[in-house]
């Protein structure tokens, strides 16, 4: 079976640093896919880890741990625009859809 | 970048009636396109997959014959709701990977807001 866990809520203040993890149990692993998704828009793509280690791009860095089966998004500097959710999602073999987890409501305060 | 057109972005129909989704890839060719339904506050959940030419294989509980896909080309992916209720009404989205693969190539249309009244 597949199966993908991420907090459902998170709350950061302007400025800070947040780091939303992700869990992954699924039959294969060909990647790891972290996507923003604000309300009522689809989602748009932020990282991919296929290695293990951590992928720097600009404010955001994503890391891998395969053994472990765990991923972690970090956003650095947060701005009122990171308000958003956060999807988590895993390819299980080549040509296949992606498995999303539930995402991650982030909500950035002043 | 990829680019997946998807139209339109937001239908209103009443009960009964059916409504087309159109998904068409614009700078590449477009051999997998996955449908996918997200309810308010909820993940995507993957409703089908089209592969160009062939039949689309459904997930679970899709009901194939309500949601109609056809993949006639590899640049156009159509989902049809037929016979929608309002419990139809959700946010559709495509998404569409390039043939050659590679470790990126999945876009994602703009998505369609679908309201059965």
């Known amino acids: 079976g597949q199966n993908i866990d991420q907090p459902t809520e998170m709350t950061a203040t302007e400025g800070a640093i947040v780091q939303i993890n992700c869990t992954y149990q699924t039959s294969g692993f060909n990647g790891l896919f972290w996507y923003q998704q604000h309300a009522g828009e689809a989602p748009t793509f932020l990282s991919y880890?296929?290695?293990?280690g951590l992928e720097e791009k600009g404010r955001f860095s994503s890391f891998l741990s395969r053994s472990k089966g765990y991923s972690y998004l970090l956003l650095k500097e947060l701005q009122m625009k990171d308000s958003a959710s956060y999807l988590c999602?895993?390819?299980?073999?080549?040509?296949?859809?992606?498995?999303f987890g539930k995402g991650t409501r982030l909500s950035v305060i002043a | 970048g990829a680019v997946v057109s998807q139209h339109p972005s937001r239908v209103i129909c009443k009960s009964g009636t059916s409504v087309k989704i159109e998904c068409r890839s614009l700078d590449f060719q477009a051999t997998t396109m996955f449908w996918y339904r997200q309810f308010p506050k909820q993940s995507l959940m993957l409703m089908a997959t089209s592969n160009e030419g062939s039949k689309a294989t459904y997930e679970q509980g899709v009901e194939k014959d309500k949601f109609l896909i056809n993949h006639a080309s590899l640049t156009l992916s159509t989902l049809t709701v037929t016979s929608a209720h309002p419990e139809d009404s959700s946010f559709y989205i495509c998404s569409a990977r390039e043939g050659r693969g590679g470790n990126y190539g999945y876009t994602f249309g703009s998505g369609t807001r679908l309201t059965v009244v």
């Open positions: 880890n296929v290695l293990d």
């Open positions: 999602a895993v390819r299980p073999r080549g040509n296949t859809p992606l498995v």
